[in-house]
């Protein structure tokens, strides 16, 4: 299914756009090339060969030493509408997704009250269609109100559009429960993305269990807390010949657990997030909850060594920021009592590349085709730039330096774990759907041939 198949975004007007001598690299269409990209009628008319694609009305971009890479792809956003929409709603929340370079996003479902319903999908799908700036999914509760509990009507939510099934933010501790929302899964399709935490083993846990904890005298979240979760889903997921997507890998052993499953052939994913690929506990010594207090939280480096080379051997198939928007008031306040969660949308391509990618620790073919290997667990079509796909493209300036908060953000919240930093990259462009979504302001895009 291409993207507007599945997810929702506002019309407008399809792109008509040359960007001309643009090093296009696209690792799963097997593209690394200087072209013409085309753009016409929301789709790649044609690559061409440099400096010969047919403007033919279309707005021309230089691009000369940039990037256009396949647009990326968030399985993991909080878009916090109903219920908070001081902190983002679909209006900002996208706004923010096309400023870092996304052309689709999965929203889920812990918002107020949770997305329950069918009818609480349709208002949010009616929503995307009147303000979304690229395409947006929703996923619906697995159990009802997120109780853990009680199953919600997953097939009539699937039927609703319901791109896939999440408590996330909250794990689901009844593997009763569990087991029989695995076999509604296999019935109504979909996927079920899981937040894996033992609360009786995280219970009161604010950082990772370590060293450093003990030393800060701050409560510990345990790596076994993630880890023995996703084994007992691994073994269910097995048993049911069900599906479902780990969410935010952080522990060495939570990797481990996914590899033997996938290679024991269960139909798992898994996603890991820029923070925990590129930050460790010792973050946590600035006490900044702003920079360092998430859940997961951020681990050991022998942790972030396993999750990069997670993402190396394709046991973790994408990258997702968890995106997760808040107000001053509820960060800036004691570690222990700051809520959990950072922003990531407008940052995690600047961030990978400056902190993975720069100093050789993967190459850029890998992050590209990891930012984007988040649509495949939910049935998407992975976003492509070979000729005839849809048109969903992020034009980056790779030598583009920028220092992350100082023009603002897109979203309505500024607890970015980056905010401050100055990175290296920038997207300047983001073609969504066929729409353009992002221009950067201090990029002028060209003049119409
Ligand atoms: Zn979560």
């Known amino acids: 299914m291409s993207l507007t198949d599945s997810l929702d975004v506002r019309p407008g007007e399809d792109a008509h756009l040359v960007l001309r001598r643009a090093s296009v690299l696209d690792p799963v269409a097997g593209i690394d090339a200087i072209h013409d990209v085309v753009i016409r009628d929301g789709e790649i008319a044609e690559l061409a060969a440099p400096g010969e694609g047919s403007a033919d009305g279309a707005e021309v971009v230089e691009a000369e030493g940039m990037h256009a890479f396949p647009a990326f792809f968030d399985p993991h956003v909080h878009l916090r ?17 096309a400023a870092g370079g996304y052309c689709g ?21 009616e929503q995307a269609r009147a303000s979304a700036s690229v395409p947006v999914g929703f996923l619906a509760t697995v159990t009802r109100g997120m109780q853990g509990t009680e199953l919600t009507e997953m097939v009539e939510l699937r039927e609703a559009g319901a791109v896939g099934f999440s408590d ?38 604010a950082m990772h269990e370590g060293p450093l904890s003990a030393l800060l005298g701050i409560g510990g979240i345990p790596s076994v807390s993630e880890s ?25 052993e939570s990797v481990e657990i996914v590899r033997t499953a996938k290679a024991a052939g269960v139909r798992i994913s898994a996603e890991a ?59 800036d306040v004691p570690f222990e009592q700051a809520a959990f969660g950072v922003t990531g949308l407008e940052t995690a391509f600047a961030a990978l590349y400056t902190d993975l990618v720069l100093p050789g620790v993967i190459d850029l073919g890998l992050l590209v085709e990891r930012m984007a290997g988040g649509a495949e667990p939910f049935d998407i079509e992975r976003p492509s730039l070979a000729p005839g796909s849809e048109a969903n493209v992020a034009l980056c300036d790779l030598g583009g330096e920028w220092t992350v908060g100082e023009d603002g953000y897109e979203s309505r919240s500024a607890n970015s774990w980056c905010a401050g930093r100055t990175l290296t990259g920038r997207v300047l462009v983001t073609v969504a759907a066929g729409q353009v979504a992002f221009r950067l302001r201090s990029f002028s895009l060209g003049v119409a041939a």
């Open 81 to 97: 509408t109903p219920g908070h929409e001081h902190k983002e709603d679909v209006e900002t929340g996208t706004r923010a997704a």
């Open 105 to 125: 996003i999965l929203a889920m479902a812990n918002t107020e009250p949770p997305v329950s319903t069918a009818a609480d999908v349709a208002a949010l799908r």
């Open 168 to 205: 996330d933010g909250l794990p689901i501790t009844d593997a009763g429960v569990m087991r029989r929302a695995l076999q509604y899964q296999r019935l109504c399709g979909g996927n079920i993305a899981l937040h894996e935490e033992d609360p009786r083993l995280s219970m009161g846990g």
């Open 228 to 252: 023995t979760m996703i084994a007992r889903d691994a073994a269910l997921a097995g048993y049911e010949g069900a599906r479902i997507h780990v969410q935010h890998l952080s522990a060495a």
């Open 273 to 331: 997030s820029p923070h925990h690929l590129c930050l460790t506990d010792e973050e946590v010594r600035s006490l900044d909850p702003h920079r360092s207090k998430m859940n997961p939280p951020l681990r050991e480096e022998r942790d972030r060594e396993a999750l990069i080379e997670g993402l190396r051997d394709g046991t973790i198939e994408c990258i997702a920021t968890d995106h997760a928007p808040h107000q001053p008031e509820e960060k």
